[in-house]
């Protein structure tokens, strides 16, 4: 991940709550596949080597099972003929909360640099389990969230003002660009503690889709959003 620190702003700047985990485990989780890759291992397997926590384990076998990692092309083999990769992540909320696994399959237009997450499936663990389909849902939220985020969302200004001030000139997810499929799949832990799954799955999703990305075209990104202007400069370049 990328910082920019300005020691003078130009413009006046105030507090804005931000989600740091979402960051966070955009460049962890990044870091993962490019660990992986080095090590010349599965990005799953290469976590799994790596994970002793058996819940932790759970939910990224989970996943992976799901969207049928194995059965796919693997990330030393990226789909670029296609213009299409698939990207891992995992992470435990605060290490605390719910424990979640993204598995994803990004489709990149070379000639715009247009990306766009065409299929996600997730494994969650929170827990016991009370209401299944405020979890499935929470899940689901953060997934379209963090895509919107990852690939769009950024202000803008220039030397006096912001300029991205209402929701024409400001970039987001619009429905056109939503995902084919969304799938999220829970492990019960009957009698167990309650695990907070709101903010489970922004993480990972992040760095899911980034890691597909970077299986797509051979470039990896670490400055956010992942626009398509970032995107079709890397492939040219």
Known sequence: ??????????????ALRALGAYLN????????????????????????????????????SLA????GWADTPSAASPRRDSGRGRGFAF???????????????????PDTGQSRLVRAVAAVDSGQVVNPDGIVNQIEGAILQSMSWTLYENVTFDERRITSVDWASYP?????????????????????????????????????????????????????????????AAIGA
């Not at 003078?8 to 700047?13: A, D, I």
């Not at 890759?37 to 939910?59: E, I, N, T, Y």
């Not at 992976?64 to 969207?67: K, P, Y």
């Open 1 to 14: 991940m990328i910082n920019h620190f300005l020691p003078s702003m130009p413009v006046r700047v105030s």
């Open 25 to 60: 485990i955009f460049a962890i989780e990044s870091f993962m596949d490019e660990l992986a890759a080095s090590a010349g291992a599965d990005p799953v397997q290469f976590r799994l080597k790596h994970l002793d926590d058996s819940r932790a384990r759970d939910v990224v």
């Open 64 to 67: 992976a099972e799901r969207f």
């Open 91 to 109: 992470a435990r909320y605060k290490n605390l909360a719910a424990y979640c696994a993204i598995a994803c399959e990004v489709e990149v237009k």
């Open 172 to 232: 987001v997810l619009r429905f056109s660009a939503v995902p084919d499929s969304v799938e999220v799949h829970l492990i019960d832990r009957p009698g167990l503690p309650f695990l907070g799954s709101g903010e489970a799955g922004q993480g990972p999703a992040s760095a899911a889709v980034a890691n597909a990305i970077a299986a797509a075209t051979g470039h990896r990104f670490r400055d956010l959003p992942l626009s398509r202007e970032r995107i079709k």
